[in-house]
């Protein structure tokens, strides 16, 4: 059952990242202030201090203006960080852009020294998502161990996943380790699970 279901998600995802290369070449404004808007007062924003966010890679959508709009706000962003392959990931404070390093898989992140926090809020990167919040990743099970590690811990957070409205699917394949989202937020809609 385990390799059925490992083998959909690996030909979903190569569906998926194709389509997701074509709407990051179309779509042009990906912010939607007005959106955001809408999801801070659903989730209360005053009540949220510590928000991670994501630097987008590749045809992720782009994560420029929300981390600059999580900065406006006074709220202290956080990125995520892999310390340990096959574990949860870690979040580190972000100062600034001229202090980021290279890390895990080349991916821009906090120096090492940097302040570890565990986020109230947490945007995630989307390859698709359906209709009842569940997301497909890029396979390497860091975002679900991440949330799976906060549930044990007890800690109240509220998942997001960010990404085009066009990586909606009507069902993404998923096994017993994949955890729903709170939320999806694209350019043209915030759906809410």
């Known amino acids: 059952m385990k390799n059925k279901i490992s083998d959909k998600k690996k030909e979903f995802r190569k569906k998926q990242i194709n389509i997701r290369k074509k709407l990051y070449s179309e779509v042009i404004n990906v912010f939607n202030e007005n959106l955001f808007k809408e999801l801070f007062k659903l989730i209360d924003l005053k009540n949220i201090n510590i928000i991670s966010s994501f630097i987008s890679i590749n045809s992720e959508i782009n994560t420029l203006e929300l981390n600059n709009y999580i900065i406006k706000k006074n709220k202290i962003l956080c990125l995520p ?10 979040f580190k404070r972000f100062i600034n852009n001229s202090q980021m390093i290279e ?45 799976s590690f906060l549930k044990k811990k007890k800690k109240q957070f509220i998942s997001v996943g960010y990404a085009f409205d066009g990586q909606k699917v009507s069902e ?15 350019e043209k809609k915030l759906y809410s699970f």
């Open 103 to 147: 890390g895990f898989m080349k991916i821009k992140e906090p120096p090492v020294d940097s302040k570890i926090l565990i986020p109230d809020l947490l945007f995630i990167p989307c390859l698709a998502y359906d209709h009842s919040g569940f997301r497909l990743g890029y396979g390497g099970g860091y975002y679900d161990r991440t949330l």
């Open 172 to 186: 993404v394949p998923k096994d017993k380790f994949d955890i729903k989202l709170d939320y999806v937020i694209t």
């Open 81 to 90: 960080t892999v310390v340990k392959k096959d574990e949860h990931l870690v």
